[in-house]
Every structure is written in C-alpha cells, then in structure tokens.
C-alpha cells in the first residue's frame, strides 16, 4: 500500500521553470522496489505518460514532447520523486499526477500504475 502526494504545481509564464515533488508513504515493499512516474492530463483529453524512472533511477524513459525540457530524478532515501520542467509552453498545461508501479516495464512499456497521487494543477499561461 502506497500514498504519493504531489506539490509544486502553480502558474507559470511561457518559457519558464517550476518544479514539482512528489512524497511517498506507506508500508510493504521499501520505496526502491518501485518504479515511478509523471502522467499528466490536459482539459478534456486523455490522461498521458510523461517520464518514468526504474526504482534505482537507473533507467528513464520521456515522452518525445517533454524530452530535452523536462527531467526526472528520485530520492530513495527521502522517498521521493520529482520532476524538473523547463522551457514550459502552453501545451504542458494540465494536473500532473504521480504514479508508481512494481516493474519499469509495466510503467513504461504497458503504462499500467498500481498507485496514483491526486495530482497538482501545473498552468502555463502566455
């Protein structure tokens, strides 16, 4: 059983940066077992797969849209997961959502989550 709370979202100028967290919790498997990820959804569309990351943070993978703008990192000591973003346009608009799941493979490859936060509110306005 695992809870993600996410933070750091607000609103932000076209071009800009803003950097969210993302705190893990919970008991079962260490927090190191997990691979993690961002998704995000945009008004009216389909959630999205952002960045993942293997729970040693050994391997990640980037959507092509936030590749060379956004970057994921991870603390297993603090537990936690966080995304930089950079060069923001207003396309990246959207809640981002936190996810964790017990393979790299199944999060990125079969983009399949065993746990969600709730999600932060990330606005880009012009």
């Known amino acids: 059983q695992v809870q993600l709370v996410e933070s750091g979202g607000g609103l932000v100028q076209v071009g800009g940066s803003l950097s969210l967290s993302c705190a893990a919790s919970g008991s079962g498997r260490t927090f190191s077992s997990y691979a993690m990820a961002w998704f995000r959804q945009a008004p009216g569309k389909e959630r999205e797969f952002v960045v993942g990351i293997s729970g040693s943070g050994s391997s990640v993978s980037y959507a092509d849209s936030v590749k060379g703008r956004f970057t994921i990192s991870r603390d297993n000591v603090k537990n936690g997961v966080y995304l930089q973003m950079n060069s923001l346009k207003p396309e990246d608009t959207a809640v981002y959502y936190c996810?964790?799941?017990?393979?790299?493979?199944?999060?990125?490859?079969?983009?399949?989550?065993?746990?969600w936060g709730k999600g932060t509110l990330v606005t880009v306005s012009s």
């Open positions: 996810a964790a799941a017990n393979t790299y493979y199944k999060i990125v490859f079969m983009k399949k989550v065993d746990y």
